[in-house]
């Protein structure tokens, strides 16, 4: 199993922004496609969204649509996750996951990060 790093959760204000990384340790990400996940309590876990391993193909849950942006810096071994325009709702332990393809399913990934901490909240 693939070990992920996740640091970037804080708090923020509604309206806010924020960038979660998503780093490998012991690997390089080049051959895995990358999901974002999140878990509210009490929900389920989430799929956000998804990059292909080149980075050539990206893919968004509706719920956040327009105002997230996952992009990946193969070099520097690191996925990001940008979330604008952050609401209440959107707090939730995010997580990020890796296979060799996406899916919007968790089933879909083999490999899972830890997860960090997001909290919206004035």
């Known amino acids: 199993q693939l070990q992920l790093v996740e640091p970037g959760g804080g708090l923020v204000q509604p309206g806010g ?3 979660l990384s998503c780093a490998a340790s ?3 990400l080049d051959y895995y496609a990358i999901g974002w996940f999140r878990q509210a309590p009490g929900k389920e876990r ?3 969204s998804c ?3 080149s980075g050539g193909s990206t893919n968004y849950a509706s719920s956040v649509k327009g105002r997230v942006t996952t992009s990946r810096d193969n070099a520097k071994n690191t996925v990001y996750l940008q979330m604008d325009s952050l609401k209440p709702e959107d707090t939730a332990v995010y997580y990020c996951a890796a296979d ?3 899916s919007r399913y968790v089933a879909g990934f083999r490999s899972w990060g830890q997860g960090t901490q997001v909290t919206v909240s004035s």
């Open 17 to 19: 922004s924020l960038r």
């Open 26 to 28: 012991g690997f390089t």
């Open 100 to 102: 060799r393809y996406c």
């Open 51 to 53: 990059i292909s391993s």
């Open 46 to 48: 989430e799929g956000l």
